[in-house]
């Protein structure tokens, strides 16, 4: 572990923040090169990823001070230190869904699009930010398995898959359904190597949810084939 990569005085630099604002870079990099490639400006894409980015940020931190309730009970100010880590990846994930959904209805733009575009970005910005809960000593596994850097090299591969299969994928929100399912798979099965999680019943939060998104996918495929029979990028 090395959670704190620079101190001078008041000043401290810690290494999970860095590596969260690296990752948000990279995928802001990512975003904004692959815009014109689904039609989107640059100034639409900056709009989206600062509303989602924030409502990201605020559903993985709810849902971790949510999943370990006693611990900030009777220090609830500690729930606002979020760069001592405890973020949950699926409380942000939602929160930023649902966040993109009500953007795009407001502003009139085109979600799935958006969906595909921001795809591959948010699993490598994932990674990265992976990187440093292994140095921050958070989300860890069992003794003697880094399952954060295990995380962050499958999450670069399936940025890597999605990159590669874009152009095969003719209809919009295929490609963002495909990273929410193997990203879905690569969490069910690492959250077995996890030390940090007490199972509820045979499996982990993290799992649950994972069954669950893979279970209700084919229905949202199904409702985007009947609200939009011809869309396509």
């Given amino acids: 572990m090395h959670p704190i ?3 001078a005085g008041p000043l401290t630099l810690h290494t999970y923040g860095l590596f969260v ?34 409502a990201g940020l605020a559903g993985a931190r709810f849902l971790y001070v949510w999943q370990f309730w006693p ?13 001592h880590g405890g973020l949950v990846w699926y409380g942000g994930f939602f929160g930023a869904a649902l966040a993109g959904v009500v953007y795009a209805r407001l502003r009139g733009r ?34 003697g398995m880094p399952v954060q850097l295990y995380e962050a090299g499958g999450l670069a591969v399936i940025a890597g898959v999605l990159l590669l299969l874009e152009g095969r994928l003719k209809r919009s929100g295929d490609l963002f359904f495909l990273y929410v399912a193997l990203y879905a798979v690569l969490r069910f099965g690492l959250e077995f190597l996890r030390g940090d999680h007490v199972p509820i019943g045979m499996f982990t939060l993290s799992q ?26």
Avoid: M
Wanted: with cysteine.
């Fill in 5 to 7: 990569l620079f101190k």
């Fill in 21 to 54: 604002a690296l990752g948000l870079a990279t995928g802001l990099w990512l975003w904004l090169a692959r815009a014109r490639r689904y039609g989107l400006s640059a100034e639409s894409v900056w709009d989206a990823a600062f509303v989602i980015f924030l």
């Fill in 71 to 83: 611990a900030y009970r009777l220090q609830p100010a500690e729930a606002l230190y979020i760069h």
């Fill in 110 to 143: 085109p979600l799935l699009k958006f969906c595909d575009c921001f795809a591959p970005g948010i699993a490598l910005a994932h990674a990265v930010g992976r990187i440093g809960c292994f140095f921050n000593g958070c989300c860890f596994g069992r003794r």
């Fill in 208 to 233: 649950w949810i994972s069954l669950t998104v893979l279970v209700a996918l084919p229905a949202a495929v199904l409702l985007r084939n009947r609200w939009n029979p011809s869309v396509s990028r």
